[in-house]
């Protein structure tokens, strides 16, 4: 009989499977097609200065332990990352306001090139396929079913912006219900910074979005340079 977990434990597990696939392992069990790591301090701090804070919620958030483990899929070999280089690197902490989840991540690659790449590859057919493939498999694991994965408009709010909802269906004590999970991926020169939003029954409130990608758009462009 399948486990019956409460939304807001749903909700968490969504999202840390979001953020394990957006940042790449550092263990010996990452996938050969991930990016290679040379991590700076330097970078690393920057990374960590375009997250989301506590600080930049409503009242009533809290700090809630995520963690997933590492998933691992082989994609199409035109997104593999294998020939990029990360230096540096940032997940953030999951907040929580009851269901509703928000959280963050960044990757800063070694050159400007390196970071177009990604982006492209990321963005294509064949990076969403790969994507789907993924998030299906690791949510199947938490016994969610993952609807659809696809790319909705969202304003351009920093060099590159793209914007994806996924949609899931998972058994609580209230009985089926859907989930919402968005993610707005931004670019600013040689980094990318994800903001991750899941609400269930309804989409998360796009204003609140747009306001959490403003924020750390303009933190990568200063962490940047500009």
């Known amino acids: 009989m399948a486990t019956i977990l409460p939304l807001r434990r749903l909700l968490a597990l969504a999202v840390a499977a979001l953020l394990a696939f957006l940042v790449a ?10 990016p ?4 700076t301090r330097a ?21 809630q332990r995520g963690g997933s483990e590492d998933p691992h899929v082989d994609c199409d070999p035109s997104v593999s990352e294998s020939d990029l280089t990360l230096t540096g ?3 953030g902490t999951q907040f929580a306001l009851g269901p509703v989840l928000v959280s963050s991540a960044a990757q800063i690659y070694r050159s400007r090139a390196d970071a177009d790449s990604s982006w492209r590859r990321a963005t294509s057919a064949a990076g969403l396929r790969c994507a ?26 920093a060099q590159r912006t793209a914007a994806y909802r996924i949609r899931l269906s998972a058994r609580t004590p209230q009985g089926t219900v859907e989930l919402f999970v968005d993610l707005i991926a ?36 200063t962490a940047m340079g500009g």
Not at 36 to 39: G, T, V
């Open 25 to 34: 392992s550092g263990s010996v069990s990452a996938s050969h097609q991930d």
């Open 36 to 39: 290679q790591k040379r991590l």
């Open 43 to 63: 970078d690393n701090a920057r990374a960590r200065a375009m997250l989301v804070t506590r600080a930049d919620l409503p009242p009533g958030f809290l700090a």
């Open 89 to 91: 690197e940032a997940d």
């Open 132 to 157: 789907t493939t993924l998030l299906r498999q690791e949510f199947a694991k938490q016994r969610i079913r993952l609807v659809s994965l696809r790319r909705v408009t969202f304003p351009r709010v």
């Open 186 to 221: 931004l670019m600013h020169d040689r980094a990318h910074a994800t903001v991750i939003v899941g609400t269930p029954l309804a989409p998360p409130q796009r204003a609140d979005e747009l306001r959490f990608a403003r924020l750390v758009a303009g933190r990568m462009a």
